[in-house]
């Protein structure tokens, strides 16, 4: 073996296998069992002269030998089996692996990434029960389910200490400038999911929150209407904070703080409009129109026309019109199961009135409206997440949501990459000082008295000596 290098020999492999009865499918699944056994053998056989080149190479007199240690690794081929040389510091006493600290191989580690990603990928589109199948006819072996999801929650989890040490950069305005847009969309919307009753795990539902924020809408294709969101992203999170941390997203992905026109959609639900006026003050407020369309069909079911004749006056800005005409029904409703249908109506075009003038207004300045959210919703949480008889701890939900989130942002290949091995600083935040530090009324003195060491000492005879004490003499330093 070369000084820096290794050699990995495949060897020459032959089979004979009788013609009769043969198929396509089954030379090839042979063949690919014969090549995972194969490179199992390769990967062993390899990581054992890596063994052995460190422990010849390592500085002696530092570290003892204590003997081979084997460990099993399950990858993309199957389950290797190697032996790797343990070593004590003979100063500390510490126990060390120079194989595992040369291969970035972590304490108790037994799955290799591409595999943890490849599993990881799978039960974001399908139940883990469903990725134990898939990964058997794309991998050829396979784990338990519960083995998946507790390597899914592992993952998850390092994802959101990941986000949660950015979100303090941002806070602390550690983030790098970018050029602002003309104009930013962003739009929030919740869903529920049904949380599992176990050992302390209560059940009930838990509150998922979604948001995305993009520049605009562009062509899909070069032909046909499709469109698609520019610069788009999205943040998953639970919890009153949900708005605050959205904000910091957008301010580092967007430059928020310097568009010069946000528009912002939601439902109307109190969360989104109090965080709008708390986070996001320069935004204008539109109400989604499918949420309010979606209210029409719930209180007017029955009115088809009335549902037209209310949905033309709002959308002209005619709000107090239509207002008037869902009164009028109010006072002579089908049943009393439609006219708390109609209070509600109400009630929610009241509540949510600048937001649909708003759109009467953006309208007129031919600013593209908003309206995504509700695709993304079923894509982000819905498809996964609300199948039915489907329930969730809270901790393997929010881990499994963010490495959705990742997926979804086009950033899981640099999260595998880069990100997942970053050690990322936090700084302590210095804010500035307020203009009352420097109103501040001090007690100083209006002279500040110094002896001159130069006039006595070694360079005392120096002529710029001197000329220092004439100075002096004169008062020039008093």
């Known amino acids: 073996m070369d000084t820096d290098t290794i050699t990995i020999i495949f060897p020459e492999v032959k089979v004979k296998i009788p013609i009769k009865g043969l198929t396509f499918d089954n030379i090839e699944n042979m063949l690919f069992e014969i090549l995972q056994n194969i490179a199992r053998k390769v990967f062993e056989k390899a990581i054992t002269d890596i063994d052995d080149y460190l422990r010849n190479k390592r500085e002696k007199g530092k570290l003892k030998n204590t003997g081979k240690r ?8 199957g389950d290797i089996l190697y032996s790797r040389t343990r070593y004590k510091d003979r100063k500390t006493g510490k126990s060390c692996y120079l194989l595992d600290e040369a291969l970035s191989i972590v304490k108790n580690q037994r799955l290799s990434l591409s595999r943890a990603r490849i599993e990881c990928f799978l039960s ?9 199948n898939q990964a058997r006819l794309l991998l050829g072996n ?21 986000q949660e040490k950015k979100l303090k950069q941002i806070e602390n305005l550690n983030y790098p400038d970018k050029e602002a847009p003309a104009t930013a969309y962003l739009e929030a919307d919740a869903t529920f999911i049904t949380l599992q009753k176990k050992g302390k795990e209560k059940g009930g539902k838990l509150e998922v929150k979604l948001g995305v924020g993009y520049t605009g ?12 969101l520019t610069e788009k992203f999205t943040f998953i999170g639970t919890g009153k904070d949900f708005m605050e941390r959205l904000s910091l997203l957008a301010e580092e ?4 703080s310097k568009v010069k026109k946000v528009i912002f959609g939601g439902d109307g639900d109190s969360w989104i409009t109090s ?24 209180s007017l079911g029955r009115r088809k026309e009335e549902q037209k004749v209310i949905k033309d006056l709002l959308l002209s800005n005619q709000i107090d019109q239509g207002l008037s005409v869902i009164d009028q029904l109010i006072r002579n409703p089908y049943d009393l199961k439609e006219k708390d249908n109609l209070v509600k109506l109400s009630t929610y075009i009241s509540r949510n009135r600048q937001g649909i003038s708003n759109q009467f207004q953006l309208k007129d300045q031919e600013i593209g409206r908003a309206g995504a959210i509700e695709s993304n919703v079923n894509k982000a949480i819905a498809a996964r997440f609300k199948k039915r008889g489907m329930s969730w701890s809270k901790p393997g939900a929010l881990s499994l949501l963010k490495i959705k989130e990742t997926i979804l942002n086009g950033e899981w290949d ?6 997942r091995e970053r050690n990322i600083k936090i700084t302590e935040f210095k804010p500035p000082l307020p203009a009352a530090y420097f109103n501040q009324e001090r007690e100083t003195s209006p002279l500040i008295e110094v002896t001159i060491p130069a006039l006595r000492g070694p360079d005392q005879d120096k002529p710029w000596v ?13």
């Open 70 to 77: 084997e460990k099993y690794f399950l990858t993309r081929f």
């Open 124 to 132: 974001t589109l399908s139940s883990y029960r469903e990725v134990v």
């Open 142 to 162: 396979f784990r338990s389910h519960e083995a998946i999801r507790r390597s899914v929650i592992k993952e998850g989890k390092l994802i959101i200490e990941n």
């Open 217 to 228: 809408k562009e062509s899909r294709y070069s032909t046909g209407k499709s469109k698609r």
């Open 253 to 256: 992905r967007f430059s928020l």
């Open 275 to 298: 965080g709008i006026k708390d986070y996001f003050s320069s935004a204008t407020y539109i109400l989604d129109l499918y949420h309010l369309y979606k209210k029409f069909k719930e």
């Open 414 to 419: 640099n999260w595998w990459e880069k990100e």
């Open 466 to 478: 001197g000329v220092l004490r004439k100075l002096s003499r004169v008062g020039y330093f008093n």
